[in-house]
């Protein structure tokens, strides 16, 4: 009686595998997309590159982020110095689709960047009634939202060079 159990079940268990080998897990007519990979490196470039920057300042500034119902903005800062920054002032410029002026601002942000590092700022966004996005931030699924683009410049920071006591403020 046992027996003739073990084998019951090993012949379901074998005949629902076939059937499972049998059966079609993927569409059918779908077309293979090649890409090169100067093609990929021109197209990470060109959604991750928010910001410009020239390569002789003090820091640089890159990876502006603020989506549609987001309280605040994102922004990565890096640290080209040989002194460690405690606060830095950004000036944010704010443009529709059209590069009309929809906002402007100058920001100061208490952070700590050591030399040659980067830290990520967060600010509270200028956007109150969340009815904006960045345009390179992840689309909003409602229509209703209005895309903007930014331009940031560093203005000063505040540098801290071992001494306490002894904070010096830089202009770019």
């Not at 080209?80 to 529709?96: G, P, Q, V």
């Not at 410049?153 to 801290?160: A, G, K, L, M």
Request: charged content about 20%; proline content about 3%; some cysteine.
């Amino acid at each position: 009686m046992r027996t003739g159990f073990i084998i019951l079940l090993t012949v379901l268990m074998l005949g629902s595998a076939g059937v499972q080998a049998n059966e079609r897990t993927t569409r059918k007519r779908l077309k293979t997309a090649t890409v090169t990979a100067t093609t990929r490196q021109t197209a990470v470039t060109g959604a991750y590159d928010t910001i410009t920057e020239r390569a002789d300042t003090a820091v640089s500034l890159a990876g502006y982020d603020k989506p549609l119902r987001s309280r605040n903005e994102t922004l990565f800062v890096t640290n080209h110095t040989t002194d460690t920054i405690t606060a830095i002032t950004i000036r944010i410029n704010y443009m529709d689709m059209r590069k009309r002026q929809l906002h402007s601002a100058e920001r100061t942000v208490r952070t700590t960047i050591p030399p040659k590092s980067t830290r990520q700022i967060s600010m509270r966004s200028w956007d109150r009634q969340q009815s904006f996005y960045y345009i390179r931030s992840a689309k909003p699924r409602s229509g209703v939202a209005t895309p903007y683009d930014v331009s940031c410049t560093p203005v000063s920071i505040v540098v801290s060079r071992g001494n306490k006591n002894n904070q010096q403020s830089q202009t770019q």
